[in-house]
């Protein structure tokens, strides 16, 4: 069975800073919409079929949530689609914004 890793904020940095990955944000758009991880995108039901569509299955993908836990099972939905290299946020984007406060976006209207 395809499987996904967790991975801890400072690696996700790492990824992030080293090479390209996509990060997608689980999270509800409105909170997605108050504050996220810079370039990430938020996805649900609905974006699913288009992210599968437009995102190379040989991308690494983190997946990101309120915590780290809701980001496990949607990570190994990615996974599952034929995605090689997937990852869940270990705790989440709080876990994030408490180590980098500078590296967060929000989109304005």
Known sequence: MVQY???????????????AVVVV?????????????PNSL?????SMTQFMQNTDESMPVIVTCYHGV???????YI??????EVYS???????????YPEQTATITE
């Open 89 to 99: 946020l270990d705790g989440g984007f709080t876990q994030w914004h408490s180590t």
């Open 5 to 19: 890793q967790h991975i801890s904020v400072e690696q996700a940095k790492q990824m992030i800073d080293d090479k």
């Open 25 to 37: 944000d689980i999270r509800d758009e409105n909170t997605f919409n108050a504050a996220h991880i």
């Open 70 to 76: 809701s980001s496990q099972p949607a990570a190994q």
């Open 79 to 84: 996974a599952e689609q034929g995605y090689s």
């Open 42 to 46: 938020h996805l649900d039901g609905g």
